[in-house]
């Protein structure tokens, strides 16, 4: 069974600390590997969708990178505006045509000015 | 490009009762998949249209189904509410099979009481 690992479930930041999520994930074969941000109330936000190990994708100041096991999401120098949280998703290619995400439980990052 | 908008933005209903939520995709979409978040957690996948077909199916009882229509717009229907079933509802759209990015709506808050 398909599973997504987030760590750690909260993390507080002051603004310019930089820091990194984790994403740890099962799967019997890799068709992606997506990051998204989710405001309160709302839904998810795509940020990047990473397809093999070793790419890496940038936006702003996130930067995402996936290996076989994980995924890591950098944030560089954050500010209050990048609190959210930040979900984990893979699709699995082994489940056919359906396009399921297993996602996991979130990491809730709070930047504090 | 508009989106996916959903309707209601929240909704309370009686324990045993049914329910319909709507969800219009993002033009140009034609594959539609329905998440449950219950509070705390990540979207759980309930099943997704392609086409107007049920085209993959998660963990969920048989009185959580759905239908999509020729303007690939789809309704999410549950019979017999339960207490449990109180959480956000999430549609979110997708080119199809070729094109892995999801677009989320805001999501509909179902509170059972």
């Known amino acids: 069974e398909d599973q997504v690992t987030q760590s750690p479930e909260a993390l507080r930041l002051q603004e310019g600390e930089s820091s990194s999520l984790n994403c740890s994930y099962t799967?019997?074969?890799?068709?992606?590997l997506f990051w998204y941000r989710q405001d309160p109330g709302k839904g998810p936000e795509f940020l990047f969708t990473?397809?093999?190990a070793g790419e890496e994708k940038e936006k702003e100041r996130l930067k995402a990178t996936l290996t076989k096991k994980e995924s890591f999401l950098h944030i560089t120098a954050p500010k209050p505006e990048d609190s959210a949280t930040y979900l984990c998703?893979?699709?699995?290619?082994?489940?056919?045509?359906?396009?399921?995400?297993?996602f996991g439980k979130g990491t809730k990052l709070t930047v504090n000015p | 490009e508009t989106g996916v908008t959903q309707s209601p933005t929240h909704l309370i209903k009686t324990r045993g009762q049914q329910v319909t939520l709507r969800c219009s995709s993002q033009?140009?979409?034609?594959?539609v998949s329905w998440y449950q978040q219950a509070l705390g957690q990540g979207p759980q996948f309930i099943f997704q249209?392609?086409?107007?077909?049920?085209?993959g199916r998660g963990n969920f009882p048989p009185r959580f189904s759905g239908l999509q229509f020729p303007n690939y717009s789809s309704e999410l229907n549950v019979n017999a509410l339960e207490l449990d079933d109180s959480a956000l509802y999430l549609c979110?759209?997708?080119?199809?099979?070729?094109?892995?990015?999801?677009?989320f709506g805001s999501g509909t808050r179902l509170t059972v009481v």
């Open positions: 979110a759209s997708s080119q199809g099979r070729e094109n892995y990015g999801y677009t």
């Open positions: 799967v019997s074969g890799l068709r992606g």
């Open positions: 990473l397809y093999s």
């Open positions: 998703a893979v699709q699995d290619a082994t489940q056919g045509g359906s396009e399921k995400l297993v």
């Open positions: 033009s140009g979409h034609n594959t």
């Open positions: 249209y392609y086409r107007e077909e049920e085209n």
